[in-house]
T-cell receptor, first 106, second 115 residues
């Protein structure tokens, strides 16, 4: 069973497009993390959310605790945004989604 | 920005051998974690460590695994007798406080190949 589900699994976008990646979870959580995994494998934490909305540059993350759902938005997408985006939640331990592979085409 | 560093970046070992993966967390961080990612699969939590003891561990973290903070800077993951299925990328991470409400800082990973 997957405690964290992400959609879509793969996403291809044209440069400049607005992108949304979704995450749903089935466990009680204290926080939700959005992570970015680069093609070389390294992982960078983008956001940690426990409620509401956060914005950093062109990235926006929202969470709805009641609906157990979070979204990651990328505005004005750029080829350098190409990466795997991973949703992870912390309940009694960490649970990771399988990731969304994003390719932004120039 | 401060970094979590992991060594080696690649490790090749024979099945049955012991391996030690090393991590240097960010210096003022107190909580440390190991994760692994088998090729093509999702990241999996292995263990969290605080105050010189394991605070949480997953089902994956069986008796073949151990963690240690041998000095004030290093955090190690030991696999006693490696199996083929231990081949994966192993990530170390650290946080200043309890991770439930803290941003995670990841190392760049150690790719372990068990032959």
């Amino acid at each position: 069973k997957n405690e964290v589900e992400q959609s879509p699994q793969n996403l291809t976008a044209q440069e400049g497009e607005f992108i949304t990646i979704n995450c749903s979870y089935s466990v009680g959580i204290s926080a939700l993390h959005w992570l970015q995994q680069h093609p070389g494998g390294g992982i960078v934490s983008l956001f940690m959310l426990s409620s509401g909305k956060k914005k950093h540059g062109r990235l926006i993350a929202t969470i709805n605790i009641q609906e157990k759902h979070s979204s990651l938005h990328i505005t004005a997408s750029h080829p350098r945004d190409s990466a795997v985006y991973i949703c992870a939640v912390t309940g009694n331990q960490f649970y990771f989604g399988t990731g969304t592979s994003l390719t932004v085409i120039p | 920005e401060p970094e979590v560093t992991q060594t080696p970046s690649h490790q090749v070992t024979q099945m049955g051998q012991e391996v030690i993966l090393r991590c240097v967390p960010i210096s003022n961080h107190l909580y440390f974690y190991w994760y692994r990612q088998i090729l093509g699969q999702k990241v999996e939590f292995l263990v969290s460590f605080y105050n010189n003891e394991i605070s949480e561990k997953s089902e994956i973290f069986d008796d073949q695994f151990s963690v240690e903070r041998p000095d004030g800077s290093n955090f190690t993951l030991k696999i006693r007798s490696t199996k083929l299925e231990d081949s994966a990328m192993y990530f170390c991470a650290s946080t200043l406080r309890n991770s439930l409400n803290e941003k995670l800082f990841f190392g760049s990973g150690t790719q372990l190949s068990v032959l």
